[in-house]
């Protein structure tokens, strides 16, 4: 019997995520309505994300490349937002990928520096295959999971 | 020019890849880089330095931005990644590499791989993405 896999909620999986980078203090409301420190390296993503959604001609493609939607860049602003407010730690990187989806990444400290214990986290948003969470580490072990987004009073 | 010619790319050759202005911080290579777009049918796109320079590369960008990201050949390879010549597909220098390609790319074990291939690139950026204005 196959037991269907039940989505991970997505603001519980990036809080889980290890983070490797100091968060600044700010209290701010969570989600739960509780104080948490939060991370001020969103700002600048949550406003890069504004930008695209207020005019997507922003985002340079190369030719060829399928551009985001518009629909998908709302989806990427309100999931910053949410992730922002609720403490999560702000990703490494922030890219529109040429296939037309939105990846948030995560990068570990070594990453990039040649060393074996490399691991990065990539949640990718895409109109075809939805919302997905993929770990993979220097070993080359990779998994990856459906995740569930419902955005909460912000 | 076909696979065959892959054997006389020597190990010590240096691949280039052009990293589009797509992401921020801008600086940063990411994962996206390396995904392959749908003109990829045949493999992720690099090309040869010593046919290629990065400036050239940054200079056909379609946008303002773009940067450069370099690794051998032999690092390429010991990821278990081939590279086959094409420059008839994508003039002077080019390569592609097929095992990540554009209709394979949401396989699990591909993912993998561009998550390496990111890594490897992210190790030597020729030139950082990014406007001069920031």
């Not at chain 1, 509780?34 to 985002?59: H, K, M, S, T, Y």
């Not at chain 1, 990068?107 to 990539?122: C, E, P």
């Amino acid at each position: 019997v196959i037991v269907p896999v039940q989505p991970l909620d997505l603001v519980e999986h990036w809080l889980s995520l290890p983070g490797d980078s100091p968060v600044s203090v700010a209290s701010e409301p969570t989600r739960a309505g509780v104080g948490r420190a939060v991370d001020d390296r969103w700002r600048p993503i949550v406003a890069n994300l504004e930008r695209w959604a207020e005019d997507p001609e922003q985002l340079e493609v190369e030719v060829g490349d399928v551009r985001p939607t518009l629909g998908l860049v709302k989806l990427a602003l309100e999931i910053a937002r949410e992730l922002h407010t609720a403490g999560g730690v702000a990703p490494t990187v922030v890219s529109a990928a040429p296939d037309g989806t939105i990846t948030f990444e995560r990068h570990s400290s070594s990453f990039g520096q040649g060393m074996r214990d490399w691991r990065m986290f990539v949640l990718t948003l895409s109109d075809e295959t939805g919302i997905e969470g993929l770990r993979v580490a220097a070993d080359r072990t990779a998994s990856r999971f459906d995740l569930h987004f419902e955005s909460g009073p912000v | 020019m076909n696979g065959g010619l892959a054997e006389v790319i020597p190990d010590e050759a240096v691949l280039l890849r052009r990293i589009p202005l797509t992401q921020f911080p801008a600086g940063q290579i990411a994962f996206a880089n390396f995904v392959p777009s749908p003109r990829d049918t045949d493999g992720l796109s690099l090309f040869l330095q010593s046919v290629r320079s990065a400036e050239s590369l940054v200079a056909a960008a379609p946008r303002p931005g773009a940067g450069v990201a370099a690794a051998t050949a032999g690092e390429i390879r010991r990821l278990g990644l081939t590279l086959v010549f094409s420059e008839e597909h994508g003039g002077p220098g080019h390569c592609h590499v097929p095992e990540i390609r554009y209709s394979v790319r949401n396989e699990l074990p591909v993912k993998a791989l561009i998550a390496a291939l990111t890594e490897l690139f992210a190790r030597r950026i020729v030139v950082r993405p990014g406007l001069p204005n920031g």
